[in-house]
């Protein structure tokens, strides 16, 4: 039997965009600046949860991340339709500081952790 398997990555981040030219136009600067990069993962099972990313995913992500940078990570575990004909869901939001990286990791393990226990729960 086959199921339906839904993941969602959704990056977000404000971009800001400075242009500088001197006198002569000679030369024009383009600074490109990310900030308040966030991260919102959607699963809808314990197996989507294990596929869908691991701690080593969110490392990387935070090194290509400058200093000083404002991040969230947020998930949402759908589960299963109530007798209200609603579904059930649980959505964990961190939100940290790329130079604090070893704390927001260790909360998004947490986050991580409380969402496998939601579906061992259910």
């Given at each position: 039997?086959?199921?339906?398997?839904?993941?969602?990555?959704l990056?977000?981040?404000?971009?800001?965009?400075?242009?500088?030219?001197?006198?002569?136009?000679?030369?024009?600067?383009?600074?490109?600046?990310?900030?308040?990069?966030?991260?919102?993962?959607?699963?809808?099972?314990?197996?989507?949860?294990?596929?869908?990313?691991?701690?080593?995913?969110?490392?990387?992500?935070?090194?290509?991340?400058?200093?000083?940078?404002?991040?969230?990570?947020?998930?949402?575990?759908?589960?299963?339709?109530?007798?209200?004909?609603?579904?059930?869901?649980?959505?964990?939001?961190?939100?940290?500081?790329?130079d604090?990286?070893?704390?927001?990791?260790?909360?998004?393990?947490?986050?991580?952790?409380?969402?496998?226990?939601?579906?061992?729960?259910?």
């Open positions: 039997m086959k199921t339906a398997f839904t993941i969602l990555f990056f977000l981040a404000t971009i800001s965009v400075a242009q500088s030219q001197n006198s002569d136009h000679s030369k024009k600067i383009q600074v490109t600046k990310v900030t308040d990069f966030k991260i919102s993962v959607v699963v809808n099972s314990l197996n989507e949860i294990k596929r869908t990313f691991t701690m080593n995913d969110i490392k990387d992500i935070l090194n290509d991340l400058p200093e000083n940078e404002n991040v969230s990570f947020e998930m949402i575990c759908n589960g299963k339709e109530m007798s209200d004909n609603k579904k059930s869901s649980v959505s964990y939001k961190v939100m940290g500081n790329v604090d990286r070893r704390g927001f990791l260790k909360t998004i393990e947490k986050v991580r952790q409380g969402a496998i226990n939601y579906y061992k729960s259910k």
